[in-house]
């Protein structure tokens, strides 16, 4: 194949609404079905044509793609015919998102744990987060509808818990005219990281008191009144983009998912809905053969999706959570906007691969903290969510819900340093008490001071270097050389 080749297919995109059930064209940006105001999701009706190449043949096209120069298809639209068959090659935005590698967990961590285990880092992406996967498909689209309708201004705007706003603000910035960027977060409850990405990227950022799923509902009104692009998941392009993580992890392991678990954080549920769409379309075509296990990870301050599926299957019904302090911030959610895309996913899930085959987990805080950094004191660069994937495996082992042999994949979802102030709050057992997170002495690593800022100034510089040395083999109890 040549390297260069874009791929040929166009599929047919709608928007289906999970409500009512309408279709609307996808020339216009729609985030609620503006018959009955349920929740969208884009299907391709020419996904049956894909059917007419056997899944070795889906296999061996991705597979050759794997090292093309072709920047259009270097990131996540290497799955380009599974995901957005609509767009053309000139606004396909790449930032180096996607083929975040998949890292078997140390041999030591999967000693403690009891399982086969590793972790998909998705912190490597461009923003630091899976976010920018969405991203990168949603402002092609959004590029692409600009340059058709010779848009000269497009405002976007996403709420956010810190990720999204980073990725929005990042993508916006890239494509310059006529996009320009505003993120609304909730004021004190993103970390001073994350806050310095949309800051850094040029954006406009708001800040209000409140939780996530207050920006939400204000950013959903906002969509619904005015002229401004909505760029959280309830905008279906970002699912799409989200969906190359099943690809690419699939991929990874040679199409083969039998006996795989995928750990996924839950927060407004637009990750897992998208991981689960990607699987089934995998499954579909018969690039894959058996659908790995699902499992959600909730913490118990942020758990509505847990709660749900904790009911008996024929009365439970869905309830929005008021959410409390969690360390798993990025996901702590009451009222997840993609809840009724998980709900109809997992029906098809659990109709297809099994009672089994989808099931959501509840964890404490103090296990989310104490995974993250045990993770990462092996070796690892997982987030506070990626340490809550890892509570979430021991909650399943514990609960003898994971086969024999199986293993898991954990979704690390953002990078450790967004979350540098949850670490140091362990580390100095400082934790408000909402949190209910008590620092384990054995996990507690801070600086050492070898010399005191007295003796810097009292000595020459080559005194104060040798009384360092002699300091920090003091410190260390080092041997002198024979
Ligand atoms: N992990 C991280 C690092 C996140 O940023 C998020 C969501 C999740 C997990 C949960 O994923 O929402 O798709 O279920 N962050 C959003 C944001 C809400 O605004 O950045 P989800």
New binding site residues.
Partial sequence: MNDMQFPVYRGHLEYRCLGCGARHGIDALLYTCPACGGVLLLEDTGFEKLKEYSGAAWRQVFDSRAGTRNSALRGIFRFYELMAPVLEQEDIIYLGEGNTPIIEASPALQNNVGARFAFKNDGQNPSA?F?DRGMACAFSYVKALARKQQWDSVLTIC???????AAAALYAAYVGKPVTSVVLLPRGRVTPQQLSQPLGSGAMVLEMPGV?DDCMKVVEILASRYRVALLN?KNSWRILGQESYAYEAAQWYGWDLAETAFFV????????TAIMSGLLKLYALGIIETLPRIFGVQSAHADPVYRYYAQEPTTRRYEPVAVTASAAQ??M?GN?VSFPRVQFLAERYLELAGADSFQVVRVSEQAIMDSMLEANRHGHIA?T?GGECLAGLRVALAAGLMRPGERALLDA??HALKFADFQSMYFTDSFPPEYGIRAKQERVNAPRLVLSPEARETMSREEYINAAAGAVAAALELQERQ
């Fill in positions: 987060s976010k709420a956010s818990t810190g990720d999204t706003s996530f998941s954080p839950v927060g407004n549920a637009g990750n897992i990025a996901a959610i997840p987030c969510q979802t953002a």
